[in-house]
């Protein structure tokens, strides 16, 4: 399990939120199996949407989503994670793989490509922000600290690593963020500006030190003082970090009543049932003909088309077609019976 602990440095004038992520992003790895600089790319996006939780979100309820939209192999990153903890994400193309930079380090900036970083805020009542800002060089940490620049007008340093072993396990992962609060003076910024200089990588600092170890050595000579998070009601002095997806089987079963009676039926008659993946973590789910032939009883379709007017999910949550007339032109009855036990 990861953990992430927040602090205050330089007389409170600069906001330090840090994050140790090893076992999270192994997770996603072994979920996914991802290439070497795949799992890199998806554990520095994993820590960031992590961080960025915590330091955009003002409720438990809200979420941050992380889309790094590159024309590189890889496809696009996207990564989500809330104030509870709760880390996931994925890759499009998980064996995609580059060339080593000149320094021996993987290339992340290469798999990525050029594009955009879009961050998705969604509020505790739903309400849903996005934002996008172009790629500066697709080795994520740059471009979190320029979407808090550009966008939340926030500035700040931002810091990840992922290391993986030669056999592909993650050996560690984490991220510092480093806000500079408004009324931080000049000689705070030569500080930290000459600090960072000397930063040859957060990973080994992490490696060597441990996570707050980490951190003040980036911070060192400036006055970090770490909060005590269990007066804000945590039962540690850090926030549990862990890689969970909110799929289940009953999500997935709702997802196949989109799908036709004769859509189902092929999937019976071709693969004997049916197969759904969840891209968020890779977990599969198997329906029997049985359960597939069950989702009939559950529903109502336009008699003409076949377009679905109404279904209870399992969750107890009622689906309405959304307009008076059906696709087809057909009146659809606004509070059509339920089927039949």
């Known amino acids: ?75 696009g990153v996207v990564a989500e994670a809330g104030v509870d903890g709760a880390v996931r994400g994925y890759v499009k193309n998980p064996a995609a793989e580059a060339e080593l930079r000149a320094d021996g380090k993987l290339n992340v900036g290469a798999l990525v490509g050029a594009g955009e970083l879009r961050v998705i805020r969604v509020l505790a009542a739903g309400e849903q922000f996005d934002s996008s800002v172009p790629l500066v060089s697709g080795e994520v940490a740059e471009d979190l600290a320029h979407y808090l620049w550009q966008s939340e007008q926030i500035p700040s340093a931002v810091l990840l690593g992922v290391r993986v072993a030669p056999g592909g396990q993650v050996e560690a992962a984490g991220g510092l963020v480093i806000q500079v609060l408004p009324d931080a003076e000049e000689e705070t910024l030569a500080r930290l500006e000459q600090n960072l200089a000397g930063i040859r990588g957060f990973t080994d600092l992490l490696v060597e030190h441990g996570l707050e170890g980490a951190a003040e050595r980036v911070l060192e000579g400036m006055g970090l003082e770490w ?40 999937m019976i008659r071709e693969d004997g049932g049916a197969e759904v993946i969840c891209h968020w973590c890779g977990e599969v789910y198997r329906f029997s003909p049985e359960e597939l032939r069950a989702l009939g009883a559950e529903e109502v379709r336009c008699p003409d088309c076949g377009e679905l007017w109404y279904k209870k999910r399992a969750d107890g949550v009622e689906i309405v077609y959304p307009e008076a007339a059906c696709r087809c032109g057909r009146p659809v009855a606004t509070e059509p019976e339920p089927p039949s036990a």
């Open 1 to 75: 399990m990861g953990r992430l602990v927040r602090g205050l440095a330089a007389e409170g004038r600069l906001r330090v939120l840090a994050a140790e992520t090893t076992d999270v992003v192994e997770e996603a790895r072994r979920r996914h199996s991802t290439s070497p600089t795949a799992t890199a790319a998806l554990g520095r996006a994993l820590t960031g949407a992590a961080l960025l939780a915590f330091l955009l979100s003002k409720s438990p309820r809200e979420r941050v989503t992380l889309i790094l939209d590159g024309d590189g192999p890889l496809g």
């Open 227 to 266: 909060t005590d998070l269990r007066s804000l009601g945590y039962a540690e002095d850090a926030v549990p970090l862990r890689f969970a997806c909110r799929c289940s089987r009953e999500k997935a079963l709702d997802a196949l009543a989109y799908f036709s009676p004769e859509e189902r039926e092929a």
